[in-house]
């Protein structure tokens, strides 16, 4: 079982930077693909950026630019640095795991994100 722990979560104004850090458990972070979704109220969740054990990146195009998606394998966590935040961004956001071997998906709590205008 993978426990995803998210932080860096808060409110900031727009134009504003923060950090998401997702701190995971077990011994499987290294060899699969995590990264983050976000839901804002109202709407479906959507992918963010991911990042695959290689280091290769994906982003959302409304983020490109803006969002970094890195990870650090020793530590077993994934951050999200967001800069140039905008209103629109405004959401919760979720770290997740993606376990290719068992096609199993693990999700972290959430962690909000407010940029205020």
């Known amino acids: 079982q993978v426990q995803l722990v998210e932080s860096g979560g808060g409110l900031v104004q727009a134009g504003g930077s923060l950090r998401l850090s997702c701190a995971a458990s077990?011994?499987?972070?290294?060899?699969?693909?995590v990264g983050w979704y976000r839901q804002a109220p109202g709407k479906q969740r959507d992918l963010v950026a991911s990042?695959?054990?290689?280091?290769?990146?994906r982003y959302a195009d409304s983020v490109k630019g803006r969002f970094t998606i890195s990870r650090d394998n020793a530590k077993n966590t994934v951050y999200l640095q967001m800069n140039s935040l905008e209103p629109e961004d405004t959401a919760v956001y979720y770290c997740?795991?993606?376990?290719?071997?068992?096609?199993?998906?693990?999700w972290g709590q959430g962690t909000q994100v407010t940029v205020s205008s």
């Open positions: 997740y795991l993606k376990n290719v071997r068992t096609d199993t998906t693990y």
């Open positions: 077990g011994s499987i972070f290294s060899i699969n693909v």
């Open positions: 990042i695959t054990p290689g280091g290769n990146r």
